[in-house]
DNA sequence: ACTAAATGTTAGAGTTACCTAATTTTATTT
DNA sequence: AAATAAAATTAGGTAACTCTAACATTTAGT
């Protein structure tokens, strides 16, 4: 069955909100902040989306996911994370620019298509923004992610995503050649204000604030 | 002004339509043909369009772009013959497949994109049919183009493109190693059946039927 | 338990892009 | 110049997706 935009970015949606919630399920104003819409048009999709089994909703409840919903939901987010490795990786978009395109391209209906690219690619498994991609069968690398503020000392870790994504601090880290993928070791951690002594590749060492370790994501 | 899927469509039906056309116009039900629908559903759309100032319009009479509607158009087709390029020489899609998946991604609205795409490609000028593939300022190379069985005896020419796209031509290309690019001597035009001596590279040499060569297009 | 606030739903309507059936205009024959 | 055929248009309607305003339900605060 062929969806439309606006259902993927819907079930797509739902299923990061439910993510998110520890009951597994998303609620009518969440979503509509979500996909830019108000609540009433929420509740006709999510009668519509019903319908078509893609989600189990009950009046005044919040919404779920069944499995059928979430296998497509993993699929638009597989296309958007690879269609935004690709944008960085090939076209030398920016990280903050990726998004908003790969928000059209990942509608594109092609199975050849998709898994070409991810062929094209070497087969990623992180996209710019550290997000896992999922697999052609809907597996997601789940590796437990930690803010660098949590790291003990002694320890290294790898970046794997940001939590602020403000071109503020994007600049910041560009400015200190901290990527995806770059190795950090924590030196020292600094009890005084909370901030870290640590060393990037090739040991060039620097202090960095709470503040920027709460916002980078390492394992 | 951001248009719809279905306007660009429209737009680039009528553009092909019109440059066939001695009069450099449309007709309603040509362009109904064109874009899978019904007449009333036409009319619709170009008392919309015309609104727009991208076509000019009076009832019962055939239609004509506008300059702006023209630059729109061609626009469109770069990215579609851009995109075609892209899966044809990046992701190894064959000739005839293409063109459906490019029919989608002509319709990603990103200036950035397709201009990085067109830098990736190498800036190619002609897309895997052989169709000129416009220039960022919309300038299209128009090198006139014969169809093999116009060749003199003698004469060397180069394949750019070809008529017919069925499965049964393009696996006969296949095997004859013929594509774009290729080079093709006429040696001998057979009166009695208008067939054609020829030899490709490499001085391998065939006899090809009149239908054959009426559907491949050189320069 | 009662009230107020927050959240969610229904009613009714607009837009885009289609459709079929009926009608009008233009083009082609005789 | 009629008559007929072809092409184009109008009338009226549907489906998807969105909205605002009004109403219903649930939740949280006292
Ligand atoms: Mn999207
Ligand atoms: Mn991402
Ligand atoms: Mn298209
Ligand atoms: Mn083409």
Redesign the interface.
Known sequence: MELSHSEENYLKAIYSLSAMSDTGDAATNEIADRVQTKPPSVVDMLKKLATKKLVTYEKYKRVQLTSQGKKVAIQVVRKHRLWETF?FE????NWD?VH??AE??EH???E??IE??DQ?LGHPVYDPHGDPIPSANGEIKTAKRYKLSEIEAGTTCQVVGVNDSSSDFLMYLQQLSVGIGTKIKVLERIAFDHSLMVSFKKGHQTVVSKKFADNVLVT
Chains 1, 2 share one sequence.
């Open positions: 944008l090939k076209l030398q978009f620019e908003e395109v059209q391209l594109i209906h092609s050849k298509l070409r690219l094209f």
